[in-house]
């Protein structure tokens, strides 16, 4: 998975990506120029309301800037919106250039759909932080083994400034506090769900010992004072949700309708809910059909007693890789699979070798799946992405749980994939190596696109994989099908937690630790978010489809997947556009031509 910023909400845009870059850009066409001229005009909002997130995007000049929390920051945030929305349709008015004028839309859109949630949002639900987790990515996103040693320090004056210590700042904890106390009695507005609250909490002394590990793993000198005042304001933080904040917490997870209906708009869903529910729901017992046949096959081969999917995929899930076994594996497995993509001609490839790690104690509590750590995108000095492998996770009771979904031999094909090659890391380093404009790459991102072509690279691959390989492929796939109807059930009613839970750990076979984080996802952590893998497979299943029936012998899957990387993250309707405006018209001529000789 990805984490995308889309909304430019202060507080969401604090929690950005953590920092990973890629390789220099090459030299970019004149229109990407001219584009990315617009988009510093939302780059300067997201420097002045969240300058950690602009700061790990690229912009110069933040590493030492903090965001803060004024009680009028919504109306603040929408009135530089505005401002900004008033000058790129002043630019639109006057742009010929096709390309450029549609980033100018992007760019509009993207800043409309931020002033929507924050209405949203503002109009239905009393707010809440989770300022530890804050407070420890705005550090990491300077202590970081690719950020230049000469930048690190830069991070004591955060933390000096989310403690309140410098002139002019009031701690991070207290503006959060005061924040809250000014919506927390207003009449008509939900409190936060419970579970979210108790889990921020169990989570905050992993993020503030997270934090004090990153400045002793970094040599960063005279951190400890500060530090110490910082815990204490957090521990006051905690006490104030503990103690006041819970007392107007729900014991009902879902969201009224309309903040779920953004949610879906807002990751890039352009099905009507039932739709999706519906097309969920086939695939899924269809793909149960396959999973059933390889199934057989495997337990033949291995001499299994019994052949159910469940019990092979159980069979298969002993073969677990341990401690210092596991980063050598999966970047073997990341060799073994590019050697695939060049074998069968699959995608362009770099000349690099990809990064994957291990995911630190806080980086599980804060992300607690695997991912990718999406790119910087302005001023790239040759650093690469990073595939993250979170071990375990915060349980219920606050105790770590293990996975044992991605530690096993036979899913590491599938999961190589989605998060390595040809999945997001190159996705994200293609935008970046070939010249993809900032209104692509950044402003349109969409879960839809960015989840939906690491899906569909797994079904590119899962052909060439050995059959234990294709099994666990199809039981990931199995697994974002289910994710399409039980997000929205649950959040109709129309689904139990229970229900979701039976459905992960008995039917895809998840661990119970992978089933936690699916129903915490659906729930509470992105709802709607995780309908978007099921939803972009679909459409970008449907324009593979169109395209190779239009275009038919002369159909080159390698330019198609070149093509669809080089568009950046754009929704399905543009990303159709694009596609049977630009890369069919090209294709045309050497149909045209085929058919003369013949």
Not at 135 to 158: C, K, S, T
Not at 303 to 327: C, H, N, P
Not at 460 to 480: F, I, N, S, V
Request: hydrophobic share 40%; charged share 25%; proline share 5%.
């Amino acid at each position: 998975m990805v984490h995308p910023i889309r909304r430019l909400s202060p507080v969401a845009l604090a929690l950005a990506f953590a920092l990973a870059v890629v390789p220099v850009r090459a030299q970019e066409p004149d229109w990407v120029s001219r584009s990315n001229e617009n988009s510093q005009v939302l780059l300067e909002v997201l420097a002045r309301f969240a300058p950690e997130g602009a700061g790990q995007f690229g912009v110069d000049g933040l590493d030492e800037e903090v965001f803060e929390l004024p009680l009028d920051i919504n109306d603040r945030t929408v009135e530089a919106l505005e401002g900004a929305i008033a000058t790129l349709q002043e630019r639109l008015a006057a742009e010929e250039d096709p390309a450029v004028r549609q980033d100018l839309e992007i760019l509009i859109q993207a800043a409309e759909d931020n002033i929507e949630g924050t209405r949203v949002y503002e109009r239905n639900l009393i707010p809440t932080f989770d300022v530890a987790n804050t407070v420890f990515q705005g550090i990491h996103a300077l202590l970081d083994d690719q950020i230049p040693e000469e930048r690190r320090p830069a991070a004591l004056v955060r933390l000096r400034k989310y403690a309140g210590e410098v002139e002019g700042y009031t701690p991070i904890a207290e503006q959060a506090e005061a924040y809250i106390r000014r919506w927390m009695n207003e009449p008509g507005l939900l409190g936060p769900f419970r579970g979210e609250l108790e889990k921020s909490l169990s989570n905050s002394s992993r993020y503030v010992d997270g934090i004090g590990q990153l400045f002793e793993k970094y040599g960063i000198e005279g951190y400890e004072d500060t530090y110490a005042t910082l815990r204490d304001q957090l521990a006051g933080y905690d006490a104030f949700v503990r103690d006041e904040l819970m007392q107007h917490a729900r014991d009902d997870f879902r969201l009224p309708a309309e903040v779920y209906a953004y949610n879906l708009k807002t990751v890039g869903v352009d099905m009507p809910v039932q739709e999706l529910v519906s097309r969920a729901k086939t695939s899924f017992r269809e793909i149960q059909n396959e999973m059933q046949s390889i199934a057989e096959l495997i337990a033949t081969q291995r001499g299994y007693e019994s052949t159910d999917y469940r019990d092979v995929i159980r069979e298969l899930k002993k073969e677990q890789l341990v401690g210092e076994a596991i980063l050598p594996h999966y970047e073997q497995r990341m060799k073994d699979v590019e050697k695939l993509i060049r074998d069968h001609d699959v995608i362009t490839l770099p000349e690099r070798d990809a990064i994957i790690r291990l995911a630190s104690e806080a980086e599980s509590a804060a992300v607690p799946a695997p991912h990718m750590q999406p790119p910087r995108l302005i001023g790239n000095t040759g650093e690469r992405g990073q595939f993250v492998l979170p071990l375990s996770i915060p349980g219920e009771d606050g105790e770590d749980v293990g996975f044992d979904d991605f530690t096993n031999q036979a899913a590491s094909w599938t999961l190589t994939v989605h998060e390595g090659r040809p999945g997001h890391e190159l996705q994200w380093s293609a935008m970046v190596e070939r010249g993809v404009s900032l209104a692509r790459a950044l402003f349109a991102f969409n879960s839809v696109n960015a989840e939906g072509w690491a899906l569909y690279a797994e079904a590119e691959m899962k052909p060439y994989e050995p059959l234990d390989g294709q099994l666990m492929a199809l039981q990931h796939r199995l697994l974002r099908a289910a994710r399409a109807y039980l997000d929205p059930g649950l959040q109709l009613g129309e689904i139990s937690r229970e229900d979701a839970f039976r459905v992960l750990e008995h039917e895809v076979v998840t661990s119970h630790a992978m089933a936690l984080q699916e129903v915490e996802r659906y729930t509470f952590w992105a709802p709607a978010q995780a309908t978007a893998y099921f939803c972009g497979y679909q459409r970008l299943m449907e324009l593979r489809t169109d395209t190779e029936r239009m275009l038919g012998d002369a159909f080159d899957r390698h330019a198609f997947h070149d093509f669809i990387l080089s568009q950046g993250l754009l929704p399905p309707s543009l990303l159709r556009k694009a596609v049977m405006e630009d890369f069919v018209p090209s294709a045309k001529p050497q149909v045209a031509a085929d058919m003369v000789r013949g």
